[in-house]
């Protein structure tokens, strides 16, 4: 090894320090979790939803979202937000009964089987105020590729189910019972060629999140 290698290693075990047991480590990491409000960011006042909607605005553009009543008045909202971004009023809806079961054709959204580079309608369980991120399960009843494939994604979460951050989030989760736990914050953005910001690369490049009341 050469003298400059065996340099850069020598620092790199000095700044680690001695060998710690695996029961030190796990002791340390526990520690964190008895006091979270340690280790976390303090949010402003306000309740959850306030703070939701004040995160989305720090996500790049394309992220928005608007308070709906109720399930009910679901389906008139999104024929609402379609028609003012001059969007065709059809979609893919996430196979759910909550969803299934609402009049969408009577406000005028076409349903359709594929959801490739068009609309789609999903549910998320979760949603996390200070980071406006949304929790998306796989399941029998959720194609996780809509999250990603459609070119605007829809999304509708209770205000219920705003968590202050992401480890209650995911706490309600039985993680050895999931076979994939999405969390989506915003619309898909990169920044890989020269640091320039691109949105919809990967991803939807909108996302716009109904946030139902009741």
């Known amino acids: 090894m050469s003298d400059a290698r065996e340099r850069i290693f020598a620092a790199i075990r000095h700044a680690i320090g001695p060998a710690r047991a695996q029961d030190r480590i796990r002791a340390e990491a526990d520690a964190l979790l008895v006091e979270p409000e340690r280790v976390r960011p303090r949010l ?11 995160a989305m605005t ?8 608007e308070r709906v009543a109720n399930w009910a008045a679901l389906p008139a909202a999104v024929a609402a937000h379609l028609a003012t971004r001059g969007r ?4 893919k809806l996430q196979p759910t009964p909550a969803l299934l079961a609402l009049p969408f054709a009577e406000a005028g959204v076409a349903l359709r089987e594929e959801v ?6 999903s549910i998320a369980e979760c949603a996390v105020a200070e980071t406006a991120s949304l929790l998306i399960r796989s399941g029998p009843d959720m194609a996780v590729l809509d999250a990603f494939l459609p070119l605007h994604h829809l999304v509708a979460v209770r205000t219920a ?7 209650e989030a995911v ?7 999931s076979r ?14 020269e640091g320039s910001l691109v949105i919809g690369v990967h991803g939807p490049a909108t996302l716009h999140i109904f946030l139902i009341e009741d």
């Open 88 to 91: 065709e009023p059809a979609l």
């Open 58 to 65: 720090r996500l790049p553009p394309g992220a928005s979202s």
């Open 161 to 167: 189910d705003i968590v202050p951050h992401l480890e």
């Open 44 to 54: 402003p006042d306000g309740d959850l939803t306030t703070l939701f909607e004040a």
């Open 171 to 177: 706490a309600r989760f039985d993680l050895a019972r």
């Open 116 to 121: 490739d580079d068009q609309i789609a309608l």
């Open 180 to 193: 994939n736990l999405v969390v989506v914050t915003g619309p898909s953005g990169t920044t890989d060629i």
